[in-house]
């Protein structure tokens, strides 16, 4: 009975040992038909659920590639790290390589290229795009140590989402409006239209969103005569952007035509063709029009020096001339897409991945010289416009403030093809100017245009810091991009750490400082934005959201001289762009904190007009100017000699001018400056944002509230 009894056991496990087997199995081809189909999201939740089963070594090398390309970059470097536990293959160092590559890793993306470059015969014909991916990644890390000339941001989360967001065009009369196409996921009864006819793609369609003081609109469909069962791609703009010129191709056919549609014109019919020379069946793509009489496109016609060139067509008399190659200046043996010619009709921006891109297509900027039509060298735009993948379709604001553009960069979007929008510190020049013609159209009649030829950081944080009566906080420079990082900033917020574990019961305000740019509003938004930073450090060491505040106060309290004798000072930033702190006392604090800032050289020191934490003593008053979700769209230059500081706060931020002791002075800056009378004014206890449900509660030892709280009534 017994023996039978085990038999019966044996073959029960043998059977689900099998089952078990197979259905891994099956799992896996699953998920790896998945990853063929370009479907990482799927491939991806397989792939996650199996990763404690012992993989192979070929499985998790597909793993890897499949997290990657979901932008799960934290679930693939954990499967290359098994993977360096075992005998490593080509496609190993491959996809390995490619990772770093994608993850912004450019020197250690160069060492594993070499190793697989290694294994490669000289036969192999791969060897040449890995000895350029190698040059990619040393063109990265060089890039990587210069200066940041903007900031990224995507353009709105209502916009982007896991399907495909595109060529987005600047409003030519609307500030703040976009243009773009977009695919979007079909209802059921969509879909079921489709499949009756056989149309199994997702089309795009044309959108508009708007930015209203940097709160972003719903994204709308361009409706009729704009909106049909085929694919819509728009182009620019003509007539002075009253006219919308965009691609339809035929869902059926496959066939394209050039249209273009008149906002003002309601009825259906009014879609006509554009007559341009420019054939997108035939290959042509991304076209700019420059005061509808110059065309700017990227094609493969013949004749040219590689695979996509640019080329310029000018109408005259009602007629196009024959498109002119652009030169060698411009075009190479890469690909030269997404032309963009600027105002001032001089400066060109288009993408290439030619051998000076960091990876995909990059983003760069060549002028044309008037005295000799000859371009200059083509300079890329840098991080963090430009990444390892793919940046394109990238237009100016009309105002040179900023500039939106495509990407599938693995950071920020959310899958596919995103839109991005790009703050520049400085104003862009080439935009100052007014359209007044380009001399691309006095070139058009020659031949061909002219060419040419890590230490460990110190470890002795002293235990006696976090335990004596008297704790001191240091301030840290930002200067470098990576300064949550750096040697002497790692200590110095570890120490911080400490600090606000040992008293869970204090709050931080984290103060960034920053004077990267000349535009007032850029410095404010990209100082919150190193606040921001910070304050995410610490959340991830367990420091709660609610116990840490983030304030930009951009330049109004420079402690370095920017310049001396007339010469900039390069050492100034390194004290200027800095983060500041201070905890607010509270009844609970059995502790007394000192604030130890950065040291400037004597030489180099500078009494800063304002010193902002000094002013929010007890309690204070600030004009709220503007919030927004992102940076501000107004002109803060008017507040002259004035306290400017950014907050943010429950996901927004909020923008503020003034810090006064009295009411009476927060309604005379209302007045000087012929602000709306229903301006807000809002009230800080130490820096601290009160609401207006709580300022009852400090009325009884400041009577002034009590004006601000009538204030408010007579504003309702």
Same mark, same amino acid.
């Given at each position: 009975?017994?023996?039978?009894?085990?038999?019966?056991?044996?073959?029960?496990? +043998?059977?689900?040992?099998? &089952?078990?087997?197979?259905?891994?199995?099956?799992?896996?081809?699953?998920? %790896?038909?998945?990853?063929?189909?370009?479907?990482?999201? /799927?491939?991806?939740?397989?792939?996650?659920?199996?990763?404690?089963?012992?993989?192979?070594?070929?499985?998790?090398?597909?793993?890897?590639?499949?997290?990657?390309?979901?932008?799960?970059?934290? %679930?693939?470097?954990?499967?290359?790290?098994?993977?360096?536990?075992?005998?490593?293959?080509? /496609?190993?160092?491959s996809g390995y390589a490619e990772y770093l590559h994608h993850s912004g890793q450019y020197n250690q993306a160069a060492i594993a290229y070499k190793a697989y470059l290694k294994q490669l015969k000289k036969s192999d014909r791969s060897r040449i795009q890995i000895e350029q991916n190698i040059l990619r990644c040393l063109n990265g890390a060089k890039i990587k140590r210069k200066d940041k000339a903007a900031i990224v941001e995507p353009l709105s989360k209502v916009v982007n989402t896991s399907e495909e967001e595109f060529a987005p065009i600047p409003s030519r009369n609307f500030n703040g409006r976009y243009y773009f196409s977009a695919n979007r996921a079909l209802s059921k009864k969509e879909e079921a239209k489709r499949n009756q006819k056989n149309q199994n793609q997702i089309n795009a369609e044309l959108y508009s969103i708007e930015d209203n003081n940097g709160n972003w609109s719903v994204m709308k469909s361009l409706g009729e005569g704009f909106v049909s069962a085929d694919d819509e791609r728009i182009l620019d703009f003509i007539d002075n952007g009253k006219g919308?010129?965009?691609?339809?191709?035929?869902?059926?056919?496959? %066939?394209? /035509?050039?249209?273009?549609?008149?906002?003002?014109?309601?009825?259906? /019919?009014?879609? +006509?063709?554009?007559? =341009?020379?420019?054939?997108?069946?035939?290959?042509?793509?991304?076209?700019?029009?420059?005061?509808?009489?110059?065309? +700017?496109?990227?094609?493969?016609?013949?004749? &040219?020096?590689?695979?996509?060139d640019l080329?310029?067509?000018?109408?005259?008399? &009602?007629?196009?001339?024959?498109p002119l190659n652009l030169g060698s200046v411009i075009n190479t043996p890469f690909d030269e897409v997404s032309p963009f010619l600027s105002k001032d009709g001089q400066t060109l921006y288009f993408s290439s991945n030619n051998l000076n891109s960091i990876g995909g297509l990059d983003v760069f900027r060549s002028e044309i010289k008037a005295e000799s039509g000859t371009w200059s060298i083509p300079e890329n735009l840098g991080m963090p416009i430009n990444t390892s993948l793919d940046e394109d379709q990238f237009r100016l604001n009309r105002n040179g403030l900023s500039a939106v553009f495509t990407s599938n960069r693995k950071d920020l979007s959310i899958g596919g093809r995103d839109i991005f929008i790009a703050y520049f510190k400085d104003e862009l020049e080439e935009q100052f100017y007014d359209e007044s013609g380009? +001399?691309?159209?006095? =070139?058009?009649?020659?031949?061909?245009?002219p060419e040419r030829k890590i230490i460990k950081p110190k470890t002795?944080?002293?235990?006696?810091?976090?335990?004596?009566?008297?704790?001191?906080?240091?301030?840290i420079s930002t200067n470098e991009d990576d300064f949550i990082t750096s040697t002497k900033n790692s200590v110095?917020?570890?120490?911080?750490?400490?600090?606000?574990?040992?008293?869970?019961?204090?709050?931080?305000q984290i103060i960034a400082h920053s004077n990267?740019?000349?535009?007032?509003?850029?410095?404010?938004?990209?100082?919150?934005?190193?606040?921001?930073?910070?304050?995410?450090?610490?959340?991830?060491?367990?420091?709660?959201?609610?116990?840490?505040?983030?304030? &930009?106060?951009?330049?109004?309290?420079?402690?370095?001289?920017?310049?001396?004798?007339?010469?900039?000072?390069?050492?100034?930033?390194?004290?200027?762009?800095?983060?500041?702190?201070?905890?607010?006392?509270?009844?609970n604090m059995n502790a007394n904190f000192s604030y130890a800032n950065l040291k400037v050289h004597e030489a180099f020191k500078f009494n800063p007009q304002f010193k902002f934490q000094n002013s929010r003593s007890d309690i204070t008053y600030s004009i709220l100017i503007g919030e927004s979700t992102q940076m501000l769209s107004r002109d803060i230059s008017i507040f002259k000699n004035t306290e400017l500081f950014c907050e943010y706060r429950n996901g927004k931020y909020y923008y503020y001018a003034g810090v006064f002791d009295k009411f009476y002075k927060a309604i005379n800056f209302i007045n000087e400056y012929s602000l709306a009378r229903s301006t807000p004014i809002q009230a800080f206890n130490f820096g601290k944002y009160i609401d207006l449900g709580s300022i009852i509660n400090y009325v009884s030892q400041n009577p002034d509230l009590i004006l601000l709280i009538d204030y408010n009534k007579s504003n309702k």
């Amino acid at each position: 009975m017994n023996i039978k009894l085990g038999l019966i056991i044996f073959f029960v496990a +043998i059977i689900t040992y099998n &089952g078990l087997s197979q259905s891994k199995s099956d799992l896996l081809k699953q998920a %790896k038909q998945f990853l063929e189909q370009n479907n990482y999201k /799927e491939s991806s939740k397989i792939y996650e659920k199996l990763l404690d089963s012992k993989l192979k070594e070929k499985d998790l090398v597909l793993a890897a590639r499949s997290f990657s390309n979901n932008r799960q970059m934290d %679930k693939a470097a954990m499967t290359y790290s098994l993977l360096l536990e075992k005998e490593k293959d080509d /496609e190993y160092y491959s996809g390995y390589a490619e990772y770093l590559h994608h993850s912004g890793q450019y020197n250690q993306a160069a060492i594993a290229y070499k190793a697989y470059l290694k294994q490669l015969k000289k036969s192999d014909r791969s060897r040449i795009q890995i000895e350029q991916n190698i040059l990619r990644c040393l063109n990265g890390a060089k890039i990587k140590r210069k200066d940041k000339a903007a900031i990224v941001e995507p353009l709105s989360k209502v916009v982007n989402t896991s399907e495909e967001e595109f060529a987005p065009i600047p409003s030519r009369n609307f500030n703040g409006r976009y243009y773009f196409s977009a695919n979007r996921a079909l209802s059921k009864k969509e879909e079921a239209k489709r499949n009756q006819k056989n149309q199994n793609q997702i089309n795009a369609e044309l959108y508009s969103i708007e930015d209203n003081n940097g709160n972003w609109s719903v994204m709308k469909s361009l409706g009729e005569g704009f909106v049909s069962a085929d694919d819509e791609r728009i182009l620019d703009f003509i007539d002075n952007g009253k006219g919308i010129v965009f691609l339809r191709t035929n869902s059926l056919t496959g %066939k394209s /035509e050039v249209l273009v549609k008149h906002f003002e014109s309601l009825k259906k /019919e009014e879609v +006509i063709k554009i007559d =341009l020379p420019f054939n997108y069946d035939a290959g042509d793509r991304d076209l700019c029009l420059f005061q509808d009489s110059v065309c +700017i496109f990227s094609s493969k016609m013949n004749g &040219g020096f590689g695979s996509y060139d640019l080329y310029v067509s000018i109408n005259r008399n &009602g007629k196009w001339s024959n498109p002119l190659n652009l030169g060698s200046v411009i075009n190479t043996p890469f690909d030269e897409v997404s032309p963009f010619l600027s105002k001032d009709g001089q400066t060109l921006y288009f993408s290439s991945n030619n051998l000076n891109s960091i990876g995909g297509l990059d983003v760069f900027r060549s002028e044309i010289k008037a005295e000799s039509g000859t371009w200059s060298i083509p300079e890329n735009l840098g991080m963090p416009i430009n990444t390892s993948l793919d940046e394109d379709q990238f237009r100016l604001n009309r105002n040179g403030l900023s500039a939106v553009f495509t990407s599938n960069r693995k950071d920020l979007s959310i899958g596919g093809r995103d839109i991005f929008i790009a703050y520049f510190k400085d104003e862009l020049e080439e935009q100052f100017y007014d359209e007044s013609g380009t +001399i691309l159209s006095y =070139l058009i009649n020659l031949q061909s245009l002219p060419e040419r030829k890590i230490i460990k950081p110190k470890t002795a944080i002293k235990e006696t810091l976090v335990e004596t009566k008297t704790i001191i906080v240091e301030s840290i420079s930002t200067n470098e991009d990576d300064f949550i990082t750096s040697t002497k900033n790692s200590v110095s917020i570890q120490n911080l750490v400490k600090v606000l574990k040992q008293f869970p019961d204090v709050q931080i305000q984290i103060i960034a400082h920053s004077n990267t740019s000349s535009n007032n509003m850029l410095n404010l938004f990209s100082s919150v934005k190193k606040a921001e930073e910070l304050a995410q450090a610490l959340r991830d060491k367990n420091i709660s959201d609610n116990r840490i505040q983030t304030i &930009g106060v951009g330049n109004i309290a420079l402690i370095a001289h920017p310049a001396i004798n007339g010469l900039n000072n390069p050492q100034a930033d390194i004290y200027n762009n800095r983060i500041e702190f201070f905890i607010p006392p509270s009844s609970n604090m059995n502790a007394n904190f000192s604030y130890a800032n950065l040291k400037v050289h004597e030489a180099f020191k500078f009494n800063p007009q304002f010193k902002f934490q000094n002013s929010r003593s007890d309690i204070t008053y600030s004009i709220l100017i503007g919030e927004s979700t992102q940076m501000l769209s107004r002109d803060i230059s008017i507040f002259k000699n004035t306290e400017l500081f950014c907050e943010y706060r429950n996901g927004k931020y909020y923008y503020y001018a003034g810090v006064f002791d009295k009411f009476y002075k927060a309604i005379n800056f209302i007045n000087e400056y012929s602000l709306a009378r229903s301006t807000p004014i809002q009230a800080f206890n130490f820096g601290k944002y009160i609401d207006l449900g709580s300022i009852i509660n400090y009325v009884s030892q400041n009577p002034d509230l009590i004006l601000l709280i009538d204030y408010n009534k007579s504003n309702k």
